[in-house]
């Protein structure tokens, strides 16, 4: 009778040791479940932050492409320019060896005269001493000094893209005339050559400069009677329309 009372008992026992050990794992469970929530919300963070960086780097090797293409499209552009500009001095040092040569052949009837041709620095230069142009301390120009005007006024207008720049010089001799000096008598003798290279032999006048530099560009001793001679002269210097120059170059 005894073992029969306990059996109950015993099989409550059980029931209610069983139910503990499964109240266990429940929360066991429960708390692994929240700690894997945890860790894939973390893990859904992180692959949200991951995937962001890559979008920005995506973004930024975007641009990096965009600017290296551009970098490359102006490098050619640049290229092309070159080519075209290289091409252009080439084309205006063949013309400027072209004109030199017309000149010296032109002029060669005055070298007894004080008239020299020579290039320096891709100018070209037409030397003409004052026995050939003007009578000592006069701006009025002599026949002969228009006839070698002639010459040059002939290449210049064969060559139109050429700029000219006429330059007035002196010695260091006192000049004269109260009401003058050597500064001004350069000065008048340049504008004497642009006014018979405009008015008799028609050159483009917006291509012509006139100065004068008086004592002050000696190309000689001014001690001497020789060197005095040397630098009473007008330069005639010719070179290239840079302004045209660099806008065909912009325009290409």
């Not at 930024?60 to 970098?71: A, I, L, P, W």
């Not at 006069?138 to 330059?167: F, H, I, Q, R, W």
């Not at 012509?208 to 060197?227: C, I, M, Q, R, W």
């Amino acid at each position: 009778m005894l073992k029969r009372k306990l059996t109950p008992v015993l099989l409550i026992a059980t029931v209610l040791f069983y139910s503990c050990g499964n109240s266990k794992k429940l929360e066991t469970a429960n708390a692994d479940n929240a700690n894997l929530k945890i860790a894939n919300s973390e893990l859904t963070n992180k692959n949200a932050s991951l995937q962001k960086e890559i979008d920005n780097l995506t973004a930024s090797n975007k641009s990096v492409n965009d600017e290296f293409s551009k970098y490359k499209a102006d490098c050619e552009e640049s290229k092309q320019q070159l080519a075209a500009l290289q091409a252009i001095f080439m084309d205006i040092h063949h013309s400027m060896e072209e004109v030199e040569k017309k000149l010296e052949a032109a002029l060669a009837d005055f070298n007894e005269k004080g008239v020299t041709v020579h290039e320096k620095d891709g100018l070209v230069y037409v030397n003409m001493e004052d026995n050939l142009l003007y009578k000592s301390g006069s701006s009025t120009m002599s026949e002969d000094g228009k006839k070698a005007l002639g010459s040059v006024a002939a290449a210049l207008n064969e060559y139109p893209n050429l700029k000219v720049y006429v330059v007035g010089n002196t010695d260091d001799v006192k000049f004269k005339k109260s009401n003058s000096d050597n500064l001004s008598l350069s000065t008048e003798r340049a504008n004497g050559v642009v006014r018979v290279l405009v008015g008799t032999y028609q050159v483009d006048p917006t291509r012509l400069v006139a100065a004068g530099k008086g004592k002050y560009a000696p190309v000689a001793d001014n001690s001497t009677a020789e060197g005095r001679a040397k630098n009473r002269r007008t330069e005639i210097i010719l070179n290239p329309d840079l302004v045209k120059l660099f806008e065909s170059i912009h325009h290409q």
